[in-house]
């Protein structure tokens, strides 16, 4: 399983388009007015094992309106392994939404556009961890109740690798055909 960086950066980038394009829908949202959507992505690392290349691609979303912060969501890309074997995930980070636009479905919005972009790019799974999971579960996420491992960095060092059930916060959503299964998940790098 090879991942193409440069093809999921594209793919990021289409996914930025499409959220403008849906927040830009006046039956969406009729009271906004210059609704501006921000967009970067963080440095990248690639690390080759065996015939896997793990990627780590982080992309951020901003969407403002008027100079005020509507909402932002965190989207990586990257290749873990549930029980040994090797998914590709989108990595879902701190989703939230201004206090006063809750309820409007922007979050909503957003969970339905990655996962879109993610069935199309051949993700296996939505994967984020949280500790209200209200949303997530009325957007079709399951709880897992798995062991994760991780990397522990603080400041600029690797602080050794963390092992610890993630079933009180850990949500999965299934997009593509592989299962997941119960047991060990290496997220092959630091926790999002």
């Known amino acids: 399983m090879r991942s193409n960086l440069s093809g999921?950066?594209?793919?990021?980038?289409?996914?930025?388009r499409c959220v403008l394009k849906l927040f830009q829908n006046i039956e969406l949202l009729p009271t906004f007015t210059n609704l501006q959507i921000s967009c970067w992505l963080n440095r990248s690392q690639i690390i080759q094992q065996s015939e896997v290349t793990i990627s780590f691609?982080?992309?951020f979303v901003t969407l403002w309106t008027d100079g005020t912060l509507l909402a932002q969501m965190g989207v990586e890309h990257r290749v873990i392994t549930n029980t040994g074997i090797a998914v590709r995930i989108f990595?879902?980070?701190?989703?939230?939404?201004?206090?006063?636009h809750r309820g409007e479905k922007i979050a909503t919005t957003l969970l339905?556009?990655?996962?879109a972009l993610g069935r199309s790019n051949s993700v296996d799974f939505l994967l984020l961890f949280a500790d209200d999971a209200r949303l997530y579960l009325?957007?079709?996420?399951?709880r897992a109740n798995n062991t994760c491992?991780?990397?522990?960095?603080?400041e600029h060092q690797t602080l050794g690798i963390g092992e610890e059930s993630m079933s009180d916060c850990m949500l999965i959503k299934q997009i593509g055909e592989q299962k997941w299964q119960t047991g060990i998940v290496d997220l092959l790098g630091y926790l999002f």
Not at 8 to 16: C, N, P, W
Not at 112 to 115: G, I, K, L, N
């Open 8 to 16: 999921i950066h594209k793919s990021l980038l289409t996914f930025f």
């Open 91 to 100: 990595g879902l980070i701190d989703l939230c939404v201004t206090a006063s």
């Open 138 to 142: 009325e957007n079709g996420y399951e």
């Open 112 to 115: 339905q556009q990655v996962e």
């Open 149 to 154: 491992r991780w990397m522990k960095v603080d």
């Open 57 to 59: 691609c982080r992309s």
